[in-house]
């Protein structure tokens, strides 16, 4: 599925027309312009599945954010935004194929890190919760409770609770269960699999981040079916070799100066593994 079928951006003549036009000299940083541009990248054109790959200070992270910005997508954690930012994606352009879903988003690996420690910050209150109980408990056993207006009705409840059930019975009712515990890459795959809907359109960045090799496969697998089957869409900023080699993934290399399109066992990344495990190859005999 096709939402989003190109995406321009300006050009480094307009970029440097509108830097030399600003007559204030107190910022430091023009961000985004000069990025994307440095590259010579001026449109992208997408396939079900477009990756864009490079190293760090490539402009993928960039041109992800500049695309979600200028769609207004949905999107979790904040992210580098400029004084510059609104009046750069003024600049660019694009044209879209269908509407765009409402529930297509941007998914960062700062939103992945957030929802791994806002699982353990709702585990942690959970279990701060669990030992003040515990504390109420003893106290009403051991001492009992005085009444002495109707301010105190709800904590009269709450003795008389005591009173009647066991510590492991009171505790239960009124407390929440913990969330299980999940390893880092479970939550993170969790994550993926909760806000990926069917027919939508979806920027990942660095989405393997956090994740195993085998994990990271698992999510190639359930990326896949999703362009495939349930009618998405994605635009991912990735060097993950296992992500690379999505099937139809149409690739941009912005480490080319032009930027090229190319076959993921093209680009360096992978070819640095592929010669590092041919170099140790007998030693997996």
């Known amino acids: 599925m096709i939402y989003l079928s190109h995406f321009e951006f300006p050009d480094i003549l307009k970029e440097e027309l509108f830097i030399n036009d600003i007559k204030r000299t107190c910022y430091d940083t023009f961000y985004p312009f000069m ?5 010579g990248l001026r449109m992208l054109d997408f396939a079900p599945v477009t990756i864009l790959y490079g190293g760090n200070g490539s402009g993928k992270t960039t041109a ?3 695309i979600a910005e200028k769609l207004n997508l ?3 954690s904040l992210y580098n935004r400029s004084n510059f930012f609104e009046d750069y994606t003024d600049m660019c352009t694009y044209k879209v194929e269908r509407e765009i879903p409402e529930h297509s988003r941007v998914i960062t690996s700062d939103d992945v890190f957030d929802y791994m420690l806002d699982l353990r910050g709702f585990n942690e209150g959970i279990d701060k919760k669990r030992e ?4 109420d408990y003893k106290k ?3 001492d009992g409770f005085q009444w002495h207006s109707m301010e105190d009705f709800e904590a009269l409840k709450n003795a008389n609770m005591i009173r009647t059930k066991s510590k492991s019975a009171y505790i239960r009712a009124n407390l929440p269960d913990n969330v299980r515990e999940h390893s880092n890459g479970e939550s993170a795959f969790m994550y993926f699999s909760e ?5 939508g359109l979806y920027l990942l960045d660095e989405p393997e981040n956090s994740l195993s ?3 990271q496969q698992e999510l190639l697998q359930f990326l896949e079916d999703s362009a495939r089957f349930f009618g998405c869409q994605f635009i991912i900023a990735t060097h993950s070799p296992f992500l690379l080699s999505m ?4 690739i941009y290399d912005l480490d080319e100066n032009p930027v090229d399109v190319k076959r993921w066992t093209e680009l360096d990344n992978v070819r640095a593994y592929y010669q590092f495990f041919k170099k140790h190859e007998g030693e997996f005999l």
């Open 35 to 39: 990025v994307v541009s440095k590259h």
């Open 64 to 66: 992800l954010n500049v």
């Open 74 to 76: 949905q999107r979790g």
């Open 132 to 135: 003040e109980l515990v504390l």
């Open 140 to 142: 009403i056993r051991k």
């Open 195 to 199: 806000k990926i809907q069917e027919n």
């Open 213 to 215: 090799p085998e994990r």
């Open 247 to 250: 099937r139809g993934a149409k």
